[in-house]
């Protein structure tokens, strides 16, 4: 499905970014009496789950996955787990047992890996469907820990992988894959600043693009992209 795109001011883009996951909540409580969401790390946190704490209506009856989390622990700095916990999940006053921290700081990574496929599968069923899947992108073009040209790309059959060499540091992470991600009833990416804005002109316009933005875009059911108007400024006026 072509994505709806919005550009504005990261303050706008919060204030849609909550709307339209309240809007989503309302439905999936009323029609599954469950929501589910997978959050990301890196600037999606620090701009935009401050603006989605302040209204804590949803928040203390949804359950929170992640879509990737770095090797490091629950309190260290670059934890993607802390970023959400500190900005959101703790001033929204979530309940601790719909948190399921992604354990990236196990000894065995790849036990993890399916450790959280199995908590995935018992608390929303098999395939597991999150209701509401929230994505930073890079510089590079990569979504969750699925980079540009890896193999962990091309998963079809688990819903969580171990990556024990990703390009951006540290190397070892825990990521959802691309068939979950894209399963999603929805996908909001948001980004922000020039360094983004090649890539999204290529994942939003070239068709051909084998980014891992652009193949979970192509994929998903309800993709929303928010941008800053930097991030946005290579993008043809009009839309693709
Ligand atoms: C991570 C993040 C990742 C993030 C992108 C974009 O662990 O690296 O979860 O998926 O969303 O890397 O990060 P920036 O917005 O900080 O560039």
Redesign the pocket.
Known sequence: MLPEIVVADVETLARKMAEVIHADGREALRLRERFSLAL?????ASAFFPVLARDRRLWFRSEFFW????AVPPSHADS?YAAAHSLWLAPAGVPEARIHRMPADAADLERAAVDYEGELVRTLGTPPRVDVVL?????DG????LFPGHAALTEERRSVLAVEDSP?PPPR?LTLTLPVLAAAERVIVA??GK??AEILREALEDESSALPLALVLKRARHPLVLLDADAASLLLPGGP
């Open positions: 990301s790390g890196g600037s999606l879509c990737d989390e770095r993607n994505l930073g992108v890079g510089p990569h979504v969750a820990s951006k992470r980004a922000t360094a983004k």
